[in-house]
């Protein structure tokens, strides 16, 4: 377990802020590279957050393992050290509006001149081009637009946005994606190239059973489903009651229906015709459900998920968030670390999900102060000189 993290001696410059362009840089760090998050004088948006209670641990989660910088970008000294910056870098992210960083002087055709091979990846909620591209993109507006939103929730109940800021996880992981896919063609051809990865596209693929059921319906807008099926395809699939609880329970093949039978003590319906195939079942679905519910509403959740998995039917109880954070699988692989913050005191943090054979999850470093590295960052790694640095705090550059 002592090889070295594949991308050791990378060098990313992020200007990312929320969850989108973070995470992307989070996998990075957690990948090896040396990752220096460039923040305003105020500090990005999510660190901002941190007045409000709890709001500060997500800052923490997302920027571990990385070097604080500051730097002014509305000034002229700023854009400097910035191009300075890229000139010895391999990658820079940043995911703020479309345009916003051309407008400053410094977007990917300046940068490119100073550094060919310089990786530029940008995240947005619509795209660099299209009529949609100044759109405003939040996670709860992308929800809105994309269609997750209107496939969330119960027939009978208004949309609701999905509980996890997908669009903006799902776009930090394509750019992720895209980024190491040019710093790929760069090993090739010694060139880099602007990577752009939109939220809207990036979660559409996600909404899969959802296009299925409407295509399916002859482009018919189709109902909400609940917990089932979003595509109505499958029976028994969905959230069912249990004493103390719920159990999400799915069978997705001939063998998993039968065993579900068996442990019901029903098997008597294995060869009844409304049930004999997908076809019947998915026919018969509020049927099956109310027989199911009538059965795991006896139980305790904990015995009716060992009674299951013994007898192989796919499920899980449905946990807390109190429940999946002290989850002893995760902290058994290092998925989840309990930590002493400095600045937050003992929290639960997260270690990438990526994982490289022979190489031993990487220690998490806990995030640190706003500008906590900016002499490291610029007289030690960049090369400034004392009175240098000086001056750029007394302008407030930095």
Known sequence: MDR???LKGITVVDLGQIYNGPYCTFMMAMAGANVIKI???GGEHLRRRSVVGGAALPFAMLNSNKTFATL???SDAGKDLLRRMVKRADVLIE??????MDRLGVGYKDLSVINPRLIYGAGSGYGRSGPNRNYPAMDLTVQAMSGVMSVTGFPDCPPVKAGPALCDFFGGTHLYAGVMTALFERERTGLGRLVEVSMQEAVYASLSSNLGLHYGSGGDIPPRTGNKHGGLAESPYNVYPTINGHIAIICVGESHWKSLLTVMGRQELITDARYADLKSRVGHMDEIDELVSTFTGKFHKADLFKLLMDNKVPCAPVRNLDEVINDA?????????WVEHPMYGRVCLMNSPLRFEDSAPIEIKPSGHLGCDNRHVFVDWLG???PEFQQLLKDEVI
């Open 4 to 6: 070295a993290l594949p």
């Open 39 to 41: 923040e305003s004088k």
């Open 72 to 74: 002014n970008l509305k």
């Open 95 to 100: 995911n703020f509006a479309p345009g916003a």
């Open 329 to 337: 699988h995760m902290h058994e692989r290092r998925a989840l670390q």
């Open 384 to 386: 400034l000189s004392e």
